[in-house]
């Protein structure tokens, strides 16, 4: 069922959004979200995963968002109308093996995906960790998340169109120069004027999202916790729950007071262990 976006969207970011919900009859859609490590990647991926869940009644389902790309390709490849998240930066420092198993995954993906006619949209830290034959014909649209000079522009963005994906692409391969404000300018582009919300906990149960996070990395032969470090991450976790409901902290300030007694964490990574709301 179409729905009403409940959340602050720039205009100009609606109006690119349904145009590409305009074509799914003939296509799958691909966007891609990079950025620095607390920018705000996998929450832009929530945000638009609702966008596209209002406009287009697709199901959410925190089982397409996926962190190994074999179990994505075998999702997909065996149904239609999806609507898919790959939250690459959450593997992001694994194995070179790992990495190249994942990108022949996408590759197949690709290869099959414009006759399922999914919603795909992938977190990765740097455009160019993709392979350029993918992120040159396939990507319709890179979000690229920019913190600023200070580091504390939470949840702005730069637009990039595919013709500013193919530009910015080129600039790389000739000057390994990474242009995404002159690309997004120069090709129908913008800057966001209105920054994407924190929403996560609001479209997906955090708690249940970090597990799954966990499993994925377990699964594939990380050496998992200690009892005494996943007694230390639950008491921690804990902490941060009561601090948010019963102290009625902000996250910046946890992230202080946290930072202040030892406790190493960023607000981003608060924002992600705080319970669901609905």
């Given at each position: 069922?179409i ?10 970011l609606?109006?690119?959004?349904d ?64 609507l898919?998240?790959?939250d ?129 990395i ?61």
């Amino acid at each position: 069922m179409i729905k009403e976006f409940p959340y602050k969207i720039d205009p100009r970011l609606k109006r690119k959004l349904d145009l590409l919900v305009k074509n799914l009859d003939k296509k799958d859609v691909w966007i891609m979200v990079d950025g620095d490590e607390g920018s705000g990647k996998t929450n832009t991926l929530a945000y638009l995963i609702y966008y596209f869940h209002c406009a287009t009644g697709r199901e959410i389902n925190l089982d397409r968002l996926y962190f190994d790309s074999k179990d994505m390709f075998e999702w997909a490849k065996d149904h239609e109308n999806g609507l898919i998240g790959w939250d690459e930066m959450a593997m992001g420092g694994l194995s070179t093996e790992w990495y190249s198993k994942a990108q022949t995954n996408l590759m197949k993906f690709a290869m099959m995906g414009r006759k399922k006619h999914h919603i795909f949209i992938m977190c990765v830290p740097r455009f160019d960790k993709i392979r350029e034959e993918l992120r040159r014909d396939r990507i319709h649209a890179l979000i690229h998340m920019d913190l600023g000079r200070k580091m504390d522009n939470w949840g702005h963005y730069h637009y990039i169109t595919r013709r500013g994906v193919k530009m910015l692409n080129g600039i790389w391969k000739n000057k390994k120069k990474r242009q995404y404000k002159q690309s997004a300018l120069a090709c129908n582009g913008f800057l966001s004027n209105i920054d994407i919300p924190y929403v996560f906990p609001e479209v997906f149960d955090s708690n249940k999202y970090e597990k799954m996070k966990d499993e994925a990395i377990s699964s594939i032969g990380v050496k998992p916790l200690s009892t005494q470090q996943a007694k230390w991450l639950d008491q921690r976790n804990k902490l941060i729950t009561y601090l948010k409901k019963d102290k009625g902290l902000s996250e910046i300030k946890m992230e202080r007071l946290l930072n202040s007694i030892g406790i190493e964490i960023k607000k981003s990574q608060i924002n992600n262990l705080l319970p669901a709301t609905h």
